[in-house]
């Protein structure tokens, strides 16, 4: 199976103006979740997306938005760039079995490397 | 307030092994442990899972003691290409059916020739 694809890999914008970052799953996996991280930092989950639905979110302005396409696809955008956003996106899919206990594992992207001058 | 707590950094040898211990004292029932590696510029690769006791697979081993409160992740006769960034994750499920993801801040392992 093929993994988890990001596109663009590398992307430069200014201040102000506005990205959209897309992530393919593993065929299959129709949860997708988008985290951030910048140098230092941890993880930090932005949002998850099911079935085209949002289902989780983490703690981001509004200005970090997602969707879900019915393909799974999955897209991100973010508006008003600030300096502060220059950051790794790392996109994730995961399919979940099912169980009682609930176990799901999380495959990466590569992740788009987003530069904010 | 849930929370997953790993050591900042650790240095070790090339052919040593290399235990890492997360804490996570507020684990529920239905919670999973999961590790991560990570190498710069790329997206955190799945190293193993496990829920209780101990889980073997062809890399590391992970033993979960019998609370759950806490997980060591031990990659065996570590070379250079281990160096990497490890994160452990407490996983699963919260009151309103929706996924909990509790990452640790990672653990920079450094192996030295």
């Known amino acids: 199976k093929a993994g988890v694809t990001q596109t663009p890999r590398y992307l430069i914008k200014t201040r102000g103006q506005q990205v959209t970052l897309s992530c393919s799953p593993i065929s299959g996996h129709r949860s997708v979740s988008w985290y951030q991280q910048t140098p230092g930092q941890g993880l930090q989950f932005l949002f998850e997306?099911?079935?085209?639905?949002?289902?989780n979110k983490g703690n981001f302005p509004g200005r970090f938005s997602g969707r879900q396409f019915s393909n799974s696809r999955s897209e991100m955008n973010v508006s008003t760039l600030e300096l502060g956003d220059s950051a790794l996106y790392l996109c994730a899919s995961s399919f979940p079995n099912g169980t009682g206990v609930y176990q799901e594992t999380q495959y990466f992207g590569p992740g788009t490397r987003l530069l904010v001058l | 307030l849930a929370k997953t707590t790993q050591p900042i950094s650790m240095d070790s040898y090339e052919g040593q092994e290399v235990n890492i211990t997360c804490s996570h004292n507020n684990i529920a029932t239905n919670d999973y442990i999961t590790w991560y590696q990570q190498f710069p510029s790329q997206g955190p690769r799945f190293i193993i899972q496990g829920y209780k006791t101990k889980v073997t697979n062809e890399v590391a081993s992970l033993f979960i003691p019998a609370d759950r409160k806490s997980s060591t992740l031990s990659l065996p006769r570590v070379s250079l290409s281990d160096t990497a960034v490890y994160y452990c994750l407490v996983g699963g499920i919260n009151a309103g059916n929706n996924r909990k993801l509790i990452w640790g801040l990672g653990t920079s392992l450094a192996v030295n020739p």
């Open positions: 997306y099911f079935s085209e639905t949002q289902r």
